[in-house]
C-alpha cells in the first residue's frame, strides 16, 4: 500500500432539507483530505470546515463504522457504497480518489426510503417487513429444544448462514433500476426457510413479507442483477428464486 498524501477534491452533494422540500446538489471545496481517511472522516472533515464558516453541516447516516450495521449509505458516483466492492461507505477511503476528483454523493433513490434530510433516509419500510414475518416462534413452556440438539445439513446451515449476513442497508434498492427490495426480502425469508425452526410459520411467513414488501412500494425484480453486484455482503440471487419457490409454495396451499 502507498503512503498516505493529501489530496483536494470537489464535492457535489445532494443537499435537501426534508422530505417535503426539493432538493438540489451544491459544490464544495475540500482540501488537505488525508489519502489515508475514510469516506466518512472526510465527510467529518467537511462539516468541521462548514460549521467554522458557520454554515449548516451536511447530515449523513452513521454508526458503528465497522461495515456491520449499514446506516452509513451512500450513493457515490453513481455507484452504492462507491467505487469499491463488498465494502459499505464506512469501509471506504480516500485513496480510491484522486487529486482534483469530483465526487458526487446523494441519498439512497427510492419511493420507499423518503429522505429525512440531506443523505439521511427513511428505511423503516425494511423494518416493517422483517416484522410482517422475519422472526420465529419459541416454545418458552420449560420443554423447549435446545437449538444445538436439532440435526442440520452442512449446506443448509451454511446457506442460512449467508443469508443471514444481510446487513438491511438497502444498497439492492438504491442500485436497482426497479428500487426493488427482492434481494433483502429474499435474504430474510432464506435465512429461516433453510432452517428447521423457520418451518412452521413458513407459509404465513414469506406471504406476508412479500406483501409489506409491495405495500411499502418497492418496486419489481427484473433480474438484472447489479444487486447482488452491488451489495456490501455479497448475498446472493439464488434467494430470490428461494423467496419465489417459497412463496408460490404457499401461494398453492
Same mark, same amino acid.
Given at each position: 500500500?502507498?503512503?498516505?498524501?493529501?489530496?483536494?477534491?470537489?464535492?457535489?452533494?445532494?443537499?435537501?432539507?426534508?422530505?417535503?422540500?426539493?432538493?438540489?446538489?451544491?459544490?464544495?471545496? =475540500?482540501?488537505?483530505?488525508?489519502?489515508?481517511?475514510?469516506?466518512?472522516?472526510?465527510?467529518?472533515?467537511?462539516?468541521?470546515?462548514?460549521?467554522?464558516?458557520?454554515?449548516?453541516?451536511?447530515?449523513?447516516?452513521?454508526?458503528?463504522?465497522?461495515?456491520?450495521?449499514?446506516?452509513?449509505?451512500?450513493?457515490?458516483?453513481?455507484?452504492?457504497?462507491?467505487?469499491?466492492?463488498?465494502?459499505?461507505?464506512?469501509?471506504?477511503?480516500?485513496?480510491?480518489?484522486?487529486?482534483?476528483?469530483?465526487?458526487?454523493?446523494? /441519498?439512497?433513490?427510492?419511493?420507499?426510503? /423518503?429522505?429525512?434530510?440531506?443523505?439521511?433516509?427513511?428505511?423503516?419500510?425494511?423494518?416493517?417487513?422483517?416484522?410482517?414475518?422475519?422472526?420465529?416462534?419459541?416454545?418458552?413452556?420449560?420443554?423447549?429444544?435446545?437449538?444445538?440438539?436439532?440435526?442440520? /445439513?452442512?449446506?443448509?446451515?451454511?446457506?442460512?448462514?449467508?443469508?443471514?449476513?444481510?446487513?438491511?442497508?438497502?444498497?439492492?434498492?438504491?442500485?436497482?433500476?426497479?428500487?426493488?427490495?427482492?434481494?433483502?426480502?429474499?435474504?430474510?425469508?432464506?435465512?429461516?426457510?433453510?432452517?428447521?425452526?423457520?418451518?412452521?410459520?413458513?407459509?404465513?411467513?414469506? =406471504?406476508?413479507?412479500?406483501?409489506?414488501?409491495?405495500?411499502?412500494?418497492?418496486?419489481?425484480?427484473?433480474?438484472?442483477?447489479?444487486?447482488?453486484?452491488?451489495? /456490501?455482503?455479497?448475498?446472493?440471487?439464488?434467494?430470490?428464486?428461494?423467496?419465489?419457490?417459497?412463496?408460490?409454495?404457499?401461494?398453492?396451499?
Amino acid at each position: 500500500m502507498s503512503a498516505a498524501k493529501n489530496i483536494n477534491i470537489n464535492l457535489k452533494i445532494w443537499r435537501q432539507k426534508n422530505a417535503k422540500s426539493k432538493g438540489s446538489m451544491e459544490s464544495y471545496k =475540500l482540501d488537505n483530505v488525508s489519502t489515508a481517511s475514510s469516506f466518512l472522516e472526510m465527510l467529518d472533515q467537511l462539516n468541521e470546515q462548514l460549521v467554522s464558516e458557520r454554515k449548516e453541516p451536511i447530515a449523513f447516516d452513521h454508526d458503528c463504522r465497522e461495515g456491520i450495521c449499514g446506516m452509513c449509505s451512500l450513493y457515490i458516483n453513481g455507484r452504492a457504497h462507491g467505487p469499491d466492492t463488498g465494502i459499505t461507505t464506512c469501509q471506504l477511503h480516500m485513496r480510491m480518489f484522486n487529486d482534483g476528483d469530483t465526487i458526487f454523493i446523494e /441519498p439512497w433513490r427510492s419511493a420507499a426510503f /423518503p429522505v429525512i434530510k440531506d443523505l439521511v433516509v427513511d428505511r423503516s419500510s425494511f423494518d416493517r417487513i422483517q416484522q410482517a414475518g422475519g422472526f420465529v416462534s419459541v416454545n418458552t413452556s420449560g420443554r423447549t429444544m435446545d437449538a444445538n440438539a436439532i440435526p442440520i /445439513p452442512k449446506h443448509d446451515a451454511d446457506r442460512a448462514f449467508e443469508a443471514a449476513a444481510c446487513i438491511g442497508c438497502g444498497a439492492c434498492v438504491a442500485t436497482c433500476k426497479n428500487g426493488s427490495a427482492m434481494l433483502f426480502v429474499g435474504a430474510k425469508v432464506s435465512q429461516y426457510a433453510l432452517l428447521p425452526q423457520g418451518k412452521v410459520e413458513a407459509t404465513n411467513r414469506v =406471504l406476508n413479507m412479500v406483501r409489506q414488501m409491495d405495500e411499502e412500494g418497492f418496486g419489481n425484480c427484473t433480474n438484472t442483477g447489479a444487486c447482488e453486484i452491488e451489495c /456490501p455482503k455479497g448475498i446472493s440471487l439464488e434467494n430470490i428464486a428461494r423467496m419465489n419457490r417459497e412463496y408460490l409454495t404457499a401461494s398453492l396451499k
